[in-house]
């Protein structure tokens, strides 16, 4: 499996005992405040708006948190200004990497990463040196517990998606960015749960990875998203489910 979907089957799978709300509602906040301040406060008009509030609603976050949030970004009431910062990395055995960030302090968030990155056999990159190796989709992960891939590929072509990937107790429904929502309609229409629709970097290529290597490089995107300034992590690794046993 990649690194993007292989990675939401690990949270998936360690489920709500890993889960410390307040730092997930701080990424969400950050996020419904960028979205807001750059596309306005109605989410009607503004997609990445309304990608953030549907994800907020699937945290369990209060209605007057997003309210603040959105208010915060279109300038209605005082708020730290976040700029969007991409960094580019290589992970145990040439993984590539980009992170994405939310920072109102450049220093302190170069700093914070490049530290989780020498302790886990990583380095920064220089930049254009690994975007290359993503393409921008839209993304939907569809709970492969109480459904077999028949149904979700019918459903999938039906509803104008690009590709569905099978990754084990997952299947990754790959759309046209700007498709996302229509096709993400679709499927809930035709009756399929999905875990997450998001606008995301699959890698055109993988890193297979075993043993030691593998270990670390889960442990390194375990310290990376537990970053206050961290949004979203894509990797091109690839662990197959035995050494996922075994990293348990």
């Known amino acids: 499996m990649s690194g993007h979907s292989k990675w939401s089957t690990i949270k998936r799978k360690k489920g709500a005992k890993d889960a410390q709300r307040s730092k997930i509602f701080s990424k969400l906040i950050k996020e419904i405040t960028v979205a807001a301040r750059l596309g306005g406060g109605d989410a009607e008009g503004n997609p990445r708006l309304r990608l953030a509030i549907a994800k907020a609603r699937e945290a369990n976050m209060p209605a007057d948190n997003v309210k603040r949030a959105i208010q915060k970004g279109t300038g209605e009431l005082e708020g730290v200004h976040?700029?969007?910062?991409?960094?580019?990395?290589?992970?145990?055995?040439?993984?590539?990497?980009?992170i994405e960030t939310l920072t109102d302090n450049r220093n302190r968030t170069v700093s914070d990463i490049r530290h989780a990155l020498d302790r886990h056999g990583g380095k920064l990159a220089t930049s254009g040196s690994v975007s290359h190796l993503f393409t921008t989709m839209g993304t939907i992960m569809v709970a492969g517990d109480d459904v077999d891939e028949d149904t979700v590929m019918a459903a999938a072509i039906e509803a104008g998606a690009e590709d569905v990937r099978n990754d084990g107790d997952l299947f990754e429904v790959l759309t046209d960015p700007g498709e996302l929502e229509a096709v993400s309609a679709k499927l809930r229409a035709a009756g399929l749960q999905f875990d997450s629709a998001e606008v995301a970097r699959i890698p055109s290529t993988t890193v297979t990875l075993e043993g030691k290597p593998a270990h670390t490089m889960l442990h390194l995107m375990d310290g990376l998203e537990d970053l206050d300034d961290v949004q979203r992590i894509y990797?091109?690794?690839?662990?197959?489910?035995?050494?996922?046993a075994k990293a348990q």
């Not at 910062?85 to 980009?98: D, K, N, R, S, T």
């Not at 990797?235 to 996922?244: C, Q």
């Open 82 to 98: 976040y700029e969007e910062v991409v960094y580019e990395a290589f992970g145990p055995g040439g993984v590539a990497m980009l």
């Open 235 to 244: 990797a091109n690794f690839d662990i197959s489910e035995e050494e996922m």
